[in-house]
């Protein structure tokens, strides 16, 4: 079966077309990318998180996503206050 696998960090976006036998699961695919550090990353198939022992389909796409920097609620309220007006 053919899968993708896409990871980004600051310096790049990596996206890597690999082979897999067929029931294969992520961690297994994962383990063939020895030199990605993907340990404590949360993992999603197109968009919705899995884990690590969902069996894959042809065509998946694994995406390993990065932890946030902070808090969208926070950044929100960061960008936010400037523009109100004080009273």
């Known amino acids: 079966m053919k899968i993708e696998v896409v990871y ?6 990596i996206l890597m077309n690999l082979t897999v036998a067929e029931g294969s699961s992520i961690a297994i695919a994962l383990q063939q990318l020895p030199d990605l550090q993907w340990d ?21 796409r694994i995406e390993i996503y990065r932890p946030l920097k902070i808090d969208p609620k926070v950044a929100r309220k960061a960008r936010v206050k400037p523009l109100r007006r004080k009273h």
Request: net charge negative; aromatic share 4%.
């Open 8 to 13: 980004g960090d600051n310096q790049q976006q």
């Open 40 to 60: 404590n990353n949360a993992i999603g198939i197109f968009g919705s998180g899995v884990s690590l022992d969902r069996v894959l389909e042809d065509g998946d």
